[in-house]
């Protein structure tokens, strides 16, 4: 049984017995998942009741666990007292106060605001400007800043200062008297250095940041070929404006595998499991309805074959494995592409190398399996004309599909449209037009020598 839910059993007992403060007690000595897990799990009385006796600062640490359940923080947002719910929105970080914001009515959310303290409703009203998916939509406004004037025992007292309000305290980043980022400086190397050393004399100045309007996946790459716990974020006149931490680029790569593998099922957007059928249906149908014409064109394809089948009704058996096969080795080299282009692996400059390797391998699958099938089918037919037209049919589909599967997603992201909605099904209905034309196609010309 999962532990989450015997734990939610065993507090929500104590809050249906009234023991309101034994609840709190333990309950917060539970790490703030936890916490979070067991408050997802409770009813939604008993999360009203947890609100009465958490204060904001402690419920804001668990509803910033609990991001991705837009619905469940509606609801406990408009149970809760609009005074309360407003501070625990204040007492989450920036970035994470954001995230909650952008997913209410506009109305909400500017209510809320209203009932902040000017000082923090400014920070995160300042956010809310920027676009999604950009790296001013994710950061935090929460950092440690010093100047490259002062010295170490100065920015050490400022650390002390500033230390519990900050979301991560490992670099320090340093600023000139116009709040241009100039440099860095590790905890380690502050807390090494000598009181009097100046700053400028310890930040390293080559400093790796991020602008406002740069796209997430690209300050997503930087962190992870670098290796940072944490990006600087400047504007365009490289004043610092926040941070962004590994933890929020974490769930932005969650978000974007999530939305790639959705798109190449051939849905829209990656379905929660309690999602309405309605709203499921909705989302898939479109890529359904498309599929089905694309198969029905393919059904028509084989009634132009007719004849071709009459005479040789054999031919119908193989055409499941050559449809198959070509799909199959279509949604591979799909696979491929959309990784390479989603992680910046595919740079402008090897393209055509790479759609020469492709080719290549599409070769050497092609005439593997091709020659396997021809053995195979000689050996079950007996049939020397039918089991060459089913092996070089294998070879041609084969060597197409996978030039298919790599160019269709290429040509996708040189018009500025996502590769991903090159989803498998796409490539592999679009492969078995190929194919069955492939097949058939030799069927005709070789048909007098078929037995």
Not at 37 to 52: D, G, K
Not at 142 to 150: D, F, R
Not at 215 to 234: C, G, I, N, S
Request: glycine share 6%.
């Amino acid at each position: 049984m999962d532990d989450h839910k015997v734990l939610t059993d065993v507090y929500g007992a104590l809050l249906a017995e009234g023991k309101y403060d034994r609840f709190r007690e333990q309950y917060l000595t539970l790490h703030p998942y936890d916490q979070s897990q067991i408050y997802m799990q409770l009813n939604r009385e008993e999360r009203t009741i947890v609100s009465y006796y958490l204060s904001p600062e402690e419920m804001a640490e668990i509803m910033g666990n609990l991001l991705d359940e837009t619905e469940l923080l509606e609801d406990a947002l408009s149970d809760m007292d609009p005074n309360y719910a407003a501070s625990v929105i204040a007492d989450m970080y920036t970035d994470d106060a954001v995230d909650l914001l952008e997913n209410l009515e506009k109305e909400q959310t500017i209510s809320y605001l209203m009932l902040m303290d000017k000082d923090r409703a400014e920070p995160i009203r300042h956010l809310l400007h920027y676009e999604d998916s950009t790296a001013g939509s994710i950061m935090t406004t929460e950092y440690i800043g010093v100047s490259e004037n002062q010295t170490v025992r100065d920015a050490m007292q400022m650390l002390r200062k500033e230390a519990l309000d900050a979301e991560l305290i490992y670099y320090i980043y340093v600023v000139d008297h116009q709040n241009k980022l100039t440099g860095v400086i590790s905890l380690r190397d502050l807390l090494v250095a000598a009181d009097d050393t100046w700053i400028f004399e310890l930040m390293n100045e080559q400093v790796h940041y991020a602008k406002v309007s740069d796209d997430q996946e690209t300050v997503a790459r930087m962190m992870r070929d670098y290796d940072f716990l944490a990006l600087p974020v400047v504007d365009f006149q490289l004043h610092m404006v926040g941070i962004i931490t590994v933890d929020d680029i974490m769930d932005v790569m969650d978000e974007i595998a999530s939305d790639d593998y959705s798109k190449l099922a051939g849905v829209s957007e990656m379905e929660k499991l309690d999602t309405n059928p309605l709203s499921s249906a909705r989302k898939r149908l479109p890529w359904l309805i498309i599929l089905l014409f694309l198969g029905l064109i393919t059904a028509n394809l084989i009634s132009h074959f007719e004849s071709a089948l009459s005479q040789k009704a054999i031919l119908a058996v193989f055409i499941p494995l050559i449809a198959g096969m070509a799909g199959n080795t279509g949604t591979q080299s799909l696979a491929v592409i959309v990784r390479g282009i989603a992680t910046g692996e595919i740079a402008e400059e090897n393209k055509w190398l790479l759609l020469l390797r492709e080719a290549g391998t599409g070769l050497i699958t092609g005439v593997t399996c091709g020659i396997l099938v021809t053995i195979l089918v000689f050996a079950w037919q007996d049939d020397l004309f039918l089991a060459i037209l089913v092996g070089n049919s294998i070879l041609v589909s084969l060597m197409v599909a996978t030039l298919a599967g790599s160019l269709v997603p290429l040509v996708m992201n040189k018009l500025k449209i996502d590769p991903a909605v090159a989803s498998g099904p796409f490539i592999t209905t679009i492969n078995d037009l190929i194919s069955i034309v492939i097949y058939f196609g030799m069927a005709t010309i070789f048909m007098s020598r078929l037995g």
